[in-house]
């Protein structure tokens, strides 16, 4: 009998996110809207996914409908069925776009239906100080209200290709639904845990409803896609089962930053492999229609979301006349033709990954300070990247098989459960890194890190003094942000620094210097140490480096790492700011290499892109257990050079463009 199996829905590969959000007060629209056009325009981009607006945050319906939301600016014209229909005749797939929680017909229409504060006040989303979107409650009978828009979408569009909610994060609110709905799940509407709490079961309910109505096959049979935009990444793994695919978005620019995407994007792919990362071509965020995204941006952004193997989106406006301006078009005609070059070549290749590194489970009920790297996330992500290692976020708890080394931020708690787990990685060949954490009981800290705790005074400022054969730091004291806990190494255990007192705490009374009293005593105490396969930070060394950027933090961390690690798959003699991501097929290996350098130009905290960083002889190692036949740039179309030994094929690359990819070949 022949297996008979599922498709799964579209994934883009090159996708375009189309805003529309038109104020009814803008009056006619679609004006120059060319149906022809539209589809050349998207056609000549060569993209394969287009999103399109069914309803916006104003709460206007762009289509042929009878319900009174329908903007009031499109007169005769079926907008959204003219876009779908030209798209089609291209071969080019549409997501229907609704606003979920935005939506100020209905805000006008129903004020009752706004969520609001603990004042009775509506709440309203904040816009350079003037307010902005309502943000509605569905605890209300809004919640009815767009399940109707939905299925009039549906009805009149029965074959679309799927739909994207847009504004889905948790509202906790104080109305009376709200609170009976929280009251209703046992829960206490009067604390503020609890009313997170409700919120989120307000979210996965309404989620799971709007999900079931769109349920089905698009135009070819191919299942639809849905996605809830807005949700916390972070929480992906309890809420998979509402989206057929995620994507990351991240507009750096537009206040997420150059650290999110990567950041993020680590944490989803463990989860959730059918993914996107979307950027956009504005040089603010969303809204930001009149400006342009430098186009190094553009192509920097979208090449570290594509070497993770995801597909890409880039977030777009149409004006009101409907008709695109042919500068937009060309700013985003090289970035995705420069994409698509390199998703040719890579097609067929498997991510390799050789690093877990397990965050705390994070709290909070905004999206942002839920997803947004703390610091010890950042300081692992920026000093994985220095070193070219392969690497996922994963949360506690995760499977650790598929790893070779497995780094611990400080803040993981680790229960009897994980510390088996451990074991039985160690146990199988891994290693770890623990940055700051001392966990568990004193028998298992001592078995597995090498450590017994003392009973000796410490101080609120202390120094590290690196052991230079092991570490190839100076034999210099290095202050630290605090204390470091006082441990007996095993006899065994290979320590890296050591530490070193302060004459005396600084306090008003007595002190020395501008900011802390100077290194005074050394001590034999170990400050960070390798026992067997694991290696133990006795201070956060990745929380410091995240926080305080100073390079000896993260020259001690990637010591002990290379230690434990000494034949990673890849290694570079570059700059640190070469971002490496490491595929793999049966008869090949695929490397990118991109070097990119975002820079702060203003007085704001923004960082942007203006152009790539040229690379010159940059040596690259790559480990393998057998000669290659041949290493080849594809996309230069020309052959490098390349030596084999002691398990590594090493080569010697120089590029200008900002990213080049090497393909090892290997005999049939």
């Not at 600084?506 to 501008?514: D, K, Y």
């Not at 290493?631 to 990213?659: I, K, N, Q, W």
Request: charged share 20%.
């Amino acid at each position: 009998m022949t297996a008979i199996t599922t498709p799964e829905p579209f994934l883009a590969r090159r996708s375009i996110h189309l805003d529309f959000h038109t104020s009814p007060l803008i009056q006619p629209i679609g004006t120059a809207f060319d149906a022809a056009e539209f589809a050349d325009r998207f056609e000549a981009l060569r993209v394969d996914s287009v999103t399109l607006f069914a309803k916006c945050h104003h709460g206007q319906l762009y289509y042929d409908t009878d319900r009174a939301e329908r903007h009031p600016g499109l007169g005769e014209l079926d907008l959204l069925r003219e876009q779908v229909e030209a798209l089609r005749g291209k071969g080019i797939r549409s997501p229907l776009y609704l606003s979920v929680l935005f939506d100020e017909h209905a805000a006008a229409l129903h004020p009752e239906w706004v969520a609001v504060d603990e004042r009775r006040n509506p709440v309203r989303v904040d816009s350079h100080g003037v307010p902005g979107w309502h943000i509605l409650d569905m605890t209300s009978p809004y919640r009815d209200y767009l399940a109707e828009q939905i299925t009039d979408v549906l009805e009149r569009f029965p074959d679309a290709d799927g739909f994207f909610y847009d504004i889905c994060f948790d509202q906790p609110g104080f109305s009376s639904t709200f609170r009976a709905t929280a009251q209703a799940m046992g829960l206490d509407p009067d604390r503020e845990a609890d009313r997170a709490t409700a919120a989120q079961g307000v979210s996965h309910e309404y989620m799971a409803r709007y999900r079931d109505l769109v349920q089905g096959t698009g135009r070819d049979g191919t299942p639809r896609s849905v996605f809830f935009n807005s949700r916390p990444r972070l929480h992906l793994a309890a809420e998979k089962e509402f989206c057929t695919h995620d994507e990351v978005e991240a507009l750096p620019t537009g206040g997420w930053g150059y650290t999110y995407a990567p950041y993020v994007a680590r944490n989803v792919l463990p989860i959730q492999p059918r993914a996107l990362g979307m950027t956009g071509r504005f040089f603010g965020s969303w809204g930001d229609s009149a400006s342009l995204h430098p186009e190094a941006a553009l192509v920097y952004e979208a090449l570290q979301m594509v070497s993770l193997g995801m597909g890409i989106c880039i977030g777009d406006s149409l004006p009101a006349s409907g008709r695109s301006h042919p500068a937009v078009t060309d700013r985003l005609t090289g970035p995705f033709a420069y994409v698509e070059k390199v998703q040719d070549v890579a097609k067929g290749y498997q991510r390799v990954v050789e690093v877990g590194v397990i965050r705390p489970v994070p709290s909070g009920a905004d999206v942002h300070d839920v997803d947004a790297p703390g610091a010890g996330e950042l300081g692992a992500l920026r000093l994985l990247t220095s070193m070219g290692l392969s690497f996922d976020f994963v949360a506690p708890g995760h499977d650790l098989t598929d790893y070779r080394a497995v780094v611990i931020l400080s803040g993981v708690v680790l229960d009897p459960a994980m510390r088996l787990e451990l074991e039985r990685f160690i146990a199988g060949g891994g290693s770890v890194f623990f940055s700051g954490i001392l966990a568990g009981d004193e028998d298992w800290v001592a078995d597995v890190q090498g450590l017994r705790p003392i009973d000796a005074p410490a101080f609120e400022r202390e120094f590290f003094r690196p052991v230079p054969q092991h570490t190839g730091l100076p034999d210099f004291d290095f202050v630290t942000p605090g204390s470091i806990r006082r441990m007996q190494p095993h006899p065994d255990a290979l320590v890296l620094a050591t530490v070193t007192e302060p004459f005396f705490d600084r306090t008003a009374q007595s002190f020395s210097g501008h900011e802390y009293t100077p290194a005074g005593a050394a001590t034999e105490h170990p400050a960070m140490l390798v026992h067997h396969a694991v290696a133990t930070s006795l201070f956060p060394v990745l929380e410091a480096y995240g926080r305080l950027g100073v390079p000896e933090y993260a020259d001690l961390a990637a010591a002990a790492i290379r230690t434990i690690m000494p034949t990673p798959a890849v290694r570079l003699a570059g700059p640190s700011h070469l971002e490496v991501a490491l595929h793999s097929a049966p008869d090949s290996a695929l490397l990118h290499l991109i070097s990119f350098l975002p820079s702060r130009r203003a007085m704001s905290d923004v960082e942007t892109v203006l152009e790539p960083i040229p690379v010159v002889e940059l040596v690259v190692e790559l480990r393998s257990d057998r000669a290659p036949s041949a290493v080849t740039r594809p996309l230069e179309g020309d052959a490098v050079p390349f030596t084999y030994a002691d398990g590594y094929v090493r080569c010697e690359v120089s590029f200008a463009t900002g990213h080049t990819m090497l393909v090892v070949q290997y005999p049939v």
